[in-house]
Structures are given as structure tokens and as C-alpha cells.
């Protein structure tokens, strides 16, 4: 009787032992910390690289899929090493504050407007983002924001500034909070609009009955840029490490994967590679 | 519907194939909570005991603490323990965020109040004659409490259970100290929650219906060796 009282004990003894051998804290030299965007984990291209990359230098990689909000607040804060993000203005301020050391070029996709078929808003066809965002105000269709001060959403907010209308605090404007995967589901089941990456919205069409309304404006494209954190402000960060995968996110080998990324299962890419080019000249 | 069945075969096909990737998330599952509540038991029976046997002033206060902090929500101990265990912030230098064994630390926090305060109203709820009939009998204090934590053992494996069962379903402090780091610091709630995120909802089926079973084996256990124990 007493030995099945002990069991219980002894049971998650060996479950602690198991524990102690796995969660030895690795090298600090050797890890390094990316703060990037849930989009490029929710397509699934980190889930493709970083294998690669740890395979190439050694080094371990600690993932945080947050909003390019959090993702530069990370890095301002010295909390990761290497940032993957797309969210331009933030990121100029980031790099003029001294935050960074360097802000590369690595990819874009586009972003897209999506709402149900039905499109009570009519704004399907429009070649305007802006022009779309006025009509929806206009009707007082439900629009479903991030509100995560995420890429996404500051890329919201500059097309509303297009647009000119008032949207916050608006009865059919809704924030969710969220990463853009749920955040399109909420738009989804309560048949709202949502302005969403191209990547994220192809990785999730098949279970979202959301159609593609705008796309093709200019002030759509969404650009990703890798920028290392300033070592001179935080001397824990990870130089060698953020400047070896900046290095390699822009190298040829990486930007040929990125290219043909999702071609097999989407039938178009997800990204574009765009190492070493001027972002003026994207889209072109 | 159709999406509740397409995750129940994919959760079946996931464990008859035994695919690493979700043999490992389950495993780390197992490790990271089966070690938090390890923890947590040492210090919740030791604290809970030691409050419910002693008169100190202040003492409601201090139980009513314990008994808020069984409803510690997870997120907060998430945020908090991730803002003392940034590499520059005060526990910094120990280097352990995102990693499994913030995970582990951040869980037991949440477990400890459970833990304690079971213990302690299960041993305040044994007959006070009960310690003098010990002591009596010339058992010392620590003898005492050995044998009073052995009396109060059915309510004890309850607060294993409510311990465990507590951090094993919990997502917000492990998503915010583990980050999710596939391969290393992802468990079942976790990745049920990146899935979900992902838009592959039959496998964020799949990884619930294991949690759910997980959950199940762990207290068919402890409820055998509590109801084998019972007394007759």
C-alpha cells in the first residue's frame, strides 16, 4: 500500500531527472535571438531557413514570432540580437535612434485587401488602397484591425492617413490583438474586412472563405528588412552571431530558397528576394 | 464537424506513426510540467503545512494570500518572470529565458499556491487532538509531521493532481518565457496555439486531443494510488 502512495513520487522523480538532463541552458555564445513577425512563421519559411542557417554556423536559434512592434521593442531593449521585420517607419526610427547597426533589404511580398465574397462595400477591382478604405468607411462595413502595433498594422494605419477617414472608435471597426493567422479567422467568421500579407492569407485561403478584393496599389507592398542590434548599447547582444544571419538572409543560396518558396504547395511564391536592391525600385 | 473527425484520424495517425516532432513536443510537455509540480510539491507542503500547523499574527492575511495565488493567472507570472529573466534585467545573468527551464520555473510559481493551499486546509482539517495523541506518544515535531502529511495524503494527491493539471493546460506564462522555439521550448498548448494561428486547425485537433489524453493517463495514475489508499 505505502510503495503505491510512493509511486506518484517516484513517477515524477524520474520525469524531473528527465527534465535536468534536457534543460541545460546552451552556450551563450552560440545562441542567438531573433525577434521577427508572426508572419514569417505562420508561412513557415523560418521553419525552411533557420534549420539551414543553424546547420551552416553552429549557432542556435531562439525564435520569438511577435508583432514588428514587440519584435523592435525587443531589440531596443537589447531582448534579442537580429531582427526580421516589416514595418519601414518604425524601422528608420529604430536604425536613427542608434538601435541598429545595420538594416538590410532581404525580401517583399504585398499586402492585400480581403473581405467576403458578397463585398457589401464594393470595393472589389479597386486599383486604390486608399480609395477602398474610404468606401468602406463610407458604408460602415465591419473592418477587423490587428491593432498590434505590428507591420501589418502600421501599414493600416498609413492607408487610412491615404483615406483620410475617421476609423477609430467606430462601431465597425474592431481591433483583435492578434497575429495575423487569427485575426484573419475573426474577419472570416464575422464576415469583415481585413488588410493582410499575401503570404499569411495564401497559407490559410483554404480554410478561410475570405476573397482577395484589392491588390496591386503601391502603398500595398510590404517590405522586409533584417537589422542587426547596436552591441555599443547593449554589450550582451550577440554581434558575431546577428551579423552572420543578416549575412546570411541576404546571401545568394537563401534568397534562391525564398524565391521558390511555396511554389510547390500555393502555386506562386510566397516572397520575392530582393537582396541588394534600392526599395524604391520594388514592385516595378 | 468534418474538421473534428479529419483531427481526431490525424491525431491518431500523429501517435500510430509515432512522428518525432510530436513525440517531442509531447515529451517536453510531460518533462516541463511533470517538473514544475515535482518542485512545487516540496514547497507547497512544506509552506502549507507549516501554516496550517503554526499561530503566528498575520497569519489570515498569509492565508488569504496563498489562497488568491491558486488563482494566479498564468499570463501574469508569464510577464513577470519574463521581465525579471531578461538577459538585462534583474535575474539576467543566469541566461535562461526561452528556454525549457523558464518554462519549468515560471510553472512551478503557478503550481505552488495550488499546491500549498490544498495542503494547508487539508492538514488544518485533520483533528487537532490528533497532534497531541502523536506527540504524546513521543514522536518529535518532525515525526509529527510526517505522520500528519501521511494522514492527509487522499487531499495531498489532490493537489498533485490540481498541480499538475493546473500548468500541463496552461499557455500563457510557457508562450511568453519558452517563446515557442520549435524543436526545443514547444509543448502541446503551445503549438495548439501556433497551428491554430497557422490555419492547420485538424492538427491543433490533433495536439488537444493528446493533451486531453495526456492529462487523462497522468490522473488515472494518481487517482488509482489516491483511491487504493482510501481508507476502509
Keep these: 500500500m505505502k510503495k503505491l502512495w510512493y509511486s506518484a513520487f517516484i513517477f515524477l522523480g524520474i520525469l524531473a531527472l528527465l527534465a535536468g538532463g534536457s534543460s541545460v541552458t546552451q552556450a551563450q555564445e552560440k545562441t542567438l535571438i531573433l525577434a521577427t513577425t508572426t508572419s514569417t512563421q505562420d508561412t513557415g519559411l523560418l521553419d525552411v531557413l533557420i534549420p539551414i542557417f543553424e546547420k551552416k554556423t553552429g549557432y542556435f536559434v531562439k525564435t520569438i514570432a511577435v508583432g514588428s512592434g514587440q519584435a523592435m521593442t525587443m531589440g531596443q531593449k ?10 519601414p517607419a518604425a524601422e528608420k526610427k529604430f536604425m536613427e535612434d542608434g538601435f541598429g547597426v545595420s538594416r538590410r533589404l532581404v525580401m517583399h511580398n504585398d499586402y492585400v485587401i480581403v473581405g467576403p465574397a458578397e463585398d457589401p462595400a464594393k470595393i472589389k477591382g479597386l486599383k486604390s488602397g ?13 473592418f477587423v484591425s490587428r491593432g498590434d502595433n505590428s507591420g501589418t498594422h502600421s501599414k493600416e494605419k498609413e492607408i487610412w492617413k491615404v483615406a483620410g477617414n475617421k476609423y477609430e472608435g467606430e462601431k465597425w471597426y474592431q481591433q483583435t490583438g492578434l497575429g495575423m493567422g487569427q485575426t484573419l479567422n475573426v474577419a472570416a467568421e464575422k464576415k469583415g474586412y481585413t488588410l493582410t500579407d499575401r503570404g499569411t492569407y495564401l497559407a490559410l485561403a483554404k480554410t ?9 496599389d503601391a502603398v500595398l507592398l510590404n517590405i522586409y528588412h533584417v537589422m542587426e542590434v547596436n552591441p555599443q548599447k547593449w554589450p550582451k547582444a550577440n554581434i558575431a552571431g546577428a551579423k552572420a544571419f543578416a549575412d546570411f538572409m541576404v546571401s545568394k543560396e537563401t534568397q534562391e530558397i525564398i524565391k521558390t518558396f511555396g511554389v ?6 510566397l516572397f520575392f528576394p530582393d537582396a541588394g536592391k534600392k526599395v524604391e525600385d520594388l514592385g516595378k | 464537424m468534418d474538421l ?15 512522428d518525432p516532432e510530436v513525440l517531442g513536443i509531447t515529451f517536453l510537455s510531460l518533462k516541463v510540467s511533470g517538473t514544475a509540480t515535482l518542485i512545487s510539491l516540496f514547497i507547497g507542503i512544506s ?6 500547523l503554526t499561530r503566528f499574527p498575520g497569519r489570515r492575511i498569509v492565508v488569504s494570500l496563498i489562497n488568491t495565488g491558486m488563482a494566479l493567472p498564468p499570463v501574469v507570472v508569464g510577464l513577470f518572470v519574463t521581465i525579471s529573466l531578461w538577459r538585462n534585467g534583474p535575474l539576467g545573468f543566469m541566461g535562461i529565458l526561452y528556454t525549457p527551464l523558464a518554462m519549468i520555473v515560471a510553472q512551478a ?16 482539517q485533520l483533528p487537532a487532538k490528533l497532534r497531541l495523541q502523536i506527540l504524546a506518544l513521543g514522536a518529535t515535531r518532525l515525526q509529527m509531521l510526517w505522520i500528519l502529511i501521511k494522514e492527509a495524503k487522499l487531499s495531498l494527491l489532490a493537489a498533485v493532481m490540481a498541480g499538475f493539471g493546473g500548468v500541463i493546460s496552461e499557455v500563457g506564462a510557457s508562450i511568453m518565457v519558452g517563446g515557442n522555439i520549435k524543436g526545443y521550448s514547444r509543448v502541446l498548448t503551445t503549438a495548439t496555439v501556433m497551428e491554430t494561428g497557422r490555419g492547420n486547425f485538424d492538427v491543433a485537433i490533433a495536439l488537444s486531443i493528446i493533451l486531453l489524453l495526456l492529462a487523462y493517463l497522468i490522473n488515472l495514475v494518481l487517482t488509482q494510488v489516491q483511491q487504493r489508499e482510501r481508507p476502509r
Design chain 1, 78 to 87: 537589447g531582448e534579442a540580437d537580429v531582427l526580421l521585420v516589416h514595418s
Design chain 1, 130 to 142: 486608399g480609395e477602398a478604405f474610404k468606401k468602406m468607411a463610407a458604408a460602415q462595413a465591419l
Design chain 1, 208 to 216: 478561410l472563405k475570405l476573397s482577395i478584393l484589392v491588390e496591386g
Design chain 1, 264 to 269: 510547390d504547395k500555393y502555386g506562386s511564391p
Design chain 2, 4 to 18: 473534428i473527425i479529419e483531427g481526431i484520424k490525424k491525431a491518431f495517425w500523429l501517435l500510430v506513426s509515432f
Design chain 2, 47 to 52: 509552506v502549507g503545512a507549516s501554516v496550517a
Design chain 2, 109 to 124: 510559481v503557478i503550481a505552488t499556491p495550488i499546491v500549498t493551499g490544498i495542503t494547508l486546509a487539508a492538514v488544518q
